[in-house]
RNA sequence: GCCUUGGUGGCGGAAUUGGUAGACGCGCUGGAUUCAAAAUCCAGUUCUUUCGGGAGUGUGGGUUCGAUUCCCACCCAAGGUACCA
């Protein structure tokens, strides 16, 4: 049989198109299992040989498992809201819609191509308001709840204010902001309804706050941290200030000790847990109150050694604390205020990685300490960041390093409170080995007994108590952006209102342009026709608004991640137009067995989504308080680039091997314009380049050889490899067994298509070996040898994720078939379905040609049997002190001594021993025989 | 700095609980076939060698009859993260 793959999978795509053969049903005898990959979002350059390794192998588990009689749920859609659709519209006018639409039909048209056995039935975009009606729709599920403490979980909004009619709220347990005021049941009554909106703000699990932002006034937009080089916009070089904003943020921190316990009940790779645990940074210390002398004022910090505050010499607060203007005094306003300004134009990530610099400036004022009651100097340094803990630091220089050197470098004394430790070249910060001195009460006890020490005192004086401190911050949940999901709300008297379920979705508005308005409103504010009317519960024109009837709605838009924190739910009913899912399918789906994606999500969507599940589950509507099981990261898949070398004296362009003493420049050649042996098509470079079209190519031995290096894949670096050009040329179960042939799953390894030839022939003697079929030939027993190891195998493989093993093992049946002149078919039949998996397309084809009229997708996984893998004889390697010297063929059956005496008594061990007694001999039946001597 | 992952031929990589290092594939070399090329097939391919053998999995130690695998120290690379008080 020839291997015409054009035609096979041609073929075969169309049948699974037609047949829907990978179509889940929601309810099945059957086990379920659900197969996941990250949703990609639709770029215009299209897909790289990159993007695909994943969703193979996420394939090759989902056949897989309906192989073994699973019911399997493989859903793909598109994460379509992004910046690059609307940067593009920026650019061209042309709507985001538009661009998106275009990109994903390309996405899917790759896909197909590739064979995968999505479910497409259930697609999702993001960007679609059928899909971001439910986004919109958690949205306000969020809005309308708050974190009971008690209970340890969200619960309805409507509780909590019967709780306030009731008794107020100081008997309450909420995850709240830290200036809520206290009040009873009488003052909330008194209230009026703007002041109860307010409050209730403080509690809700999605509110409105003042954050911080990284602001552009050229660009009149926000800029993401690494938008920012060197404290200047990256496109443009405009400065760029701190500034707060008015935006939605989401409660997260409310989770924070349940995500870091759900950690422990999820199959995630280790790093990827470490990685979300340090972001959480859980810390167990004081909160503790310093009084500021002659003053009402209070300053509150978190520290981890409260043992040491003995120690404190000075405090340090971020310069955009509120009390820095507060309190600083006239002598020293000019030297602040000046310190303040410079600091808002760093960044946040610029000055936490500049740690040489020490900078500060001293406010004038003085704190008291709470034990001493004496003074203790109030400075202002940048490396105290306004949004961790409080803001301020209590400094203890003989602990802490930085503290040391900030002192040091200020000339601040340097108390010891340390029995027997020298803090003259360095501080002194190891816990474990800690003995207070100089510490009043404190004196002679360690770290545990002075903590909890110094907290009981705190306690009894009132300023301070015992205190878990998290690292993690809330989520601010508004983007200045037109491509994203409209907030469904609208002002009242400034106070935020959600529009009713009833009437999603709110869709997303038309402008003329994409920008940021002239006012400084984010592009929404473009829009003419963007106010809520709530008699008629429709959008109408701006100009209607009276605030009476006719109310201004929300011009921010969602972030990026709001869209893929419950899509993974969705699948599961993904069209259903009543309710975000239909509780029965959810109930039989339940949640994600195995999701597999890049870890550069680790601390975006796969926190997020870990945060919306828990509250989804907390409020009733999901069943399980984590979405996915297991998960498995893919490695990135890197470019191999080419250069050719111009030397800068001649001009001449200089083959690789010619290089040495020369003046050359490295120039990227685009890697398709190179062969497998580092060959350049010269006459192809300079068409891709004319300004080479006169260039000298000095060659070696008649060649022109480029220098490689491995890189990242990227456009830029011309050594991007689309996948369309391998399938053209090898087909598209070559490109996926060679991107799994190509090393570990969660590696990154480098691609090199020279490679694929490999794979492609093994194909091309797959087939051969199909080609004379044999339905009634008894299979030999070598046959049923190679057959059966190789579903051991394949199937351990699989369960590994260990999938660049398994070609190698097919590679090894094929080759071992083909030398048996296997024809049988009862190795054949059972061969391609191990195969199927892999090579889809053509495994059906051999499916179809064994005599079968079904698609092979669900026929059953063969099963393994170890009596055709019993040996009776074995091979041992005969070693002398673990080196082996010689093999040697003996019976399986044979005993320890006797064996012995068989190697002893051969010519070779008499040779290698040459006249020595061996000291002993080890003699492992089954394995290996070790001479020592 | 810290966290994580990794380091094996010219290249991608294999070696499941400590038991034959380099499977499988690419590339390369030689040969067959061909007018020639492609394709295909066969043989060889860690290094070294006086052809007996010897050395060898980043480096240096250790445990063991035996270490790519376990332990200690270090070096290098990639990714992440950061004055977290």
Redo the contacts with the bound molecule.
């Keep these: 049989m020839n291997y015409n793959f054009r035609e096979i999978e041609a073929k075969w795509q169309k049948y699974w198109a037609s047949n829907q053969t990978f179509k889940a049903t929601n309810n099945s005898d059957s086990p379920k299992f659900y197969v996941l990959d990250m949703f990609p979002y639709p770029s215009g350059a299209g897909l790289h040989v990159g993007h695909p390794l994943g969703y193979i192998a996420s394939d090759i588990y989902a056949r897989y498992k309906r192989h073994k009689g699973f019911n399997v749920l493989h859903p793909m859609g598109y994460d379509s809201f992004g910046l690059p659709a609307e940067q593009y519209a920026i650019q061209t006018g042309q709507h985001p819609a538009i661009t998106t639409d275009a990109n994903i039909k390309r996405y899917r048209e790759q896909l197909d191509q590739l064979g995968f056995s999505f479910d497409w039935s259930r697609e999702v975009r993001t960007s679609d308001p059928k899909y971001y009606k439910w986004t919109q729709w958690v949205f306000i599920q969020l809005f309308n709840s708050w974190y009971n403490k008690e209970s340890d979980k969200a619960e309805d909004i409507k509780q909590l204010i019967s709780e306030f009619e009731k008794n107020g709220n100081s008997q309450i347990n909420a995850v709240c902001d830290d200036d809520t005021p206290i009040f009873n049941s009488e003052e909330w009554s008194t209230f009026s309804d703007k002041k109860k909106q307010e409050i209730l703000l403080k509690y809700r699990l999605t509110y409105l706050a003042d954050t911080e932002v990284n602001w552009c006034p050229t660009l009149g937009t926000v800029l993401a941290n690494d938008e920012i080089v060197n404290g200047v916009s990256e496109r443009g070089g405009h400065p760029v200030i701190r500034k707060k904003m008015t935006q939605w943020s989401m409660r997260i921190t409310a989770y924070a000790q349940r995500l870091l316990d759900g950690l422990e009940t999820i199959d995630w ?3 990827l847990k ?2 979300q645990t ?2 959480i ?1 859980r ?1 167990e ?1 004081a909160h503790v109150e310093f009084k500021v002398k002659d003053s009402e004022h209070r300053i509150p ?5 409260p043992d040491t505050i003995f120690g404190a010499s000075f405090m ?1 607060l ?1 310069p955009e604390h509120d009390l820095v203007s507060k309190i600083t005094t006239a002598e020293q306003k000019e030297a602040v205020e000046s310190y303040v300004e410079a600091t808002a134009k760093r960044s ?2 610029d ?9 500060g400036v001293f406010t004038g004022a003085y704190a008291e300490h709470p034990f001493t009651k004496e003074p203790i100097p109030i400075w202002i ?16 220089p003989c602990g ?1 390093q ?2 040391y ?1 900030y002192a040091k470098h200020f000339d601040i004394p340097i108390p010891n409170i340390f029995e027997g430790v020298d803090i003259s070249e360095e501080a002194f910060a190891d816990k474990a080995n800690t003995i207070i001195g100089n510490s009043d009460f404190l004196n002679g006890l360690g770290f545990k007994e002075a903590t909890r020490k110094v907290i009981d005192e705190l306690e009894k004086i009132g300023q301070g108590q015992g205190k878990i ?1 998290y ?1 993690l911050r809330d989520a601010v949940f508004s983007r200045q952006r037109y491509w994203g999901e409209p907030f469904p709300v609208y002002y009242v008297d400034g106070m935020p209102q959600m529009i009713a379920d009833e009437h999603l979705p709110l869709e997303l508005p038309d402008v003329e342009k994409y920008l940021p308005t002239e006012a400084g409103d984010p592009p929404l504010g473009n829009a003419t026709h963007w106010a809520w009317d709530r008699n008629n519960a429709t959008v109408v024109n701006n100009d209607l608004i009276d605030n009476k009837n006719v109310f201004p709605l929300e011009l921010n838009t969602m972030p990026g991640w709001a869209g893929s924190s419950q899509y993974f739910n969705r699948y599961m009913d993904a069209h259903n137009e009543e309710a975000i899912y239909d509780s029965e399918i959810i109930g039989y789906w339940q949640d994600v067995d195995l999701y597999i994606g890049g ?2 999500h ?2 975006g969507h796969l926190l997020y989504s870990r945060f919306w599940q828990k509250f989804l589950f907390d409020r009733g509507i999901a069943p399980k308080d984590e979405f996915a099981r297991k998960l498995i990261n893919q490695g ?1 898949i890197t470019g191999t680039s080419a250069f050719v070398y111009k030397d800068m004296d001649s001009g001449k362009v200089y083959s690789k091997g010619l290089i040495n003493g020369k003046n050359v420049i490295p120039i990227h050649a685009d890697v398709s314009l190179v062969n ?2 580092d060959e350049l098509d010269i006459e192809a470079f300079k068409e891709w380049l004319p300004e080479y079209k006169n260039a000298t190519f000095v060659l070696e031995d008649g060649k022109y050889i480029v220098g490689r290096e ?1 890189e ?1 894949m990227s456009k830029s670096k011309y050594n991007v490899v689309n996948p369309d050009n391998i399938c053209e040329e090898y087909g598209a179960d070559s490109l996926r067994l060679y991107e799994m ?4 799953l ?5 691609w ?1 298509t ?9 194909l ?2 797959l087939c051969k070996l199909y080609g004379n079929i044999q339905d009634n030939a008894e299979p030999s027993a070598e046959n049923l040898k190679t057959l059966h190891k190789t579903i ?2 394949v199937e ?2 699989i369960e590994n994720f ?1 999938f ?2 398994s ?3 097919f ?2 049946c094929v ?1 071992e078939l ?2 048996q002149k296997c024809t049988s078919k009862a190795i054949l039949e059972p061969l391609a379905i191990l195969v199927s998996p892999y090579a889809p397309h053509i495994a059906e084809e051999l499916w179809e040609e064994l005599g079968h009229q079904e698609s092979i997708s669900t026929a059953a996984f063969p099963k393994f049997e170890a009596q055709y893998l019993v040996e009776n004889s ?2 041992y ?1 005969i ?9 040697m063929e003996l019976p399986m059956d044979m005993g320890k001594d006797e064996i012995e005496a068989a190697v002893m008594a051969h010519e ?1 061990t008499i ?2 021993l040459n006249g020595r007694a061996p000291k ?1 001999v ?1 003699v ?1 039946p089954g ?2 025989v ?1 001479i ?1 001597g």
């Design positions: 790779p280790q790093p470490d990685t340090n972001w940074g810390s210390g910090v978190f520290t981890t050694r340090t971020a946040e990530r000055r936490m990685a500049d740690v040489k610099t020490i900078s340094g940048d490396y105290v960041l306004a949004s961790y803990g409080t803001g301020a630091v209590m400094a203890v802490d930085r503290d050197d401190n690292r870890s550069e680790a601390t990135m497998a042996s491995v990242k042939f190509l090393g570990p969660e590696q990154s390894k480098p090199n020279a490679g694929i030839t490999g794979v492609h022939s093994f091309k003697k051991k195998k351990e493989d260990s660049n093993t070609v190698s093992t590679m090894i080759n083909t030398a074995k091979e390697p070693s002398f002190n673990g080196k082996m010297r010689f093999k070779k040779a290698q002993k080890i492992v394995k290996i070790n020592v």
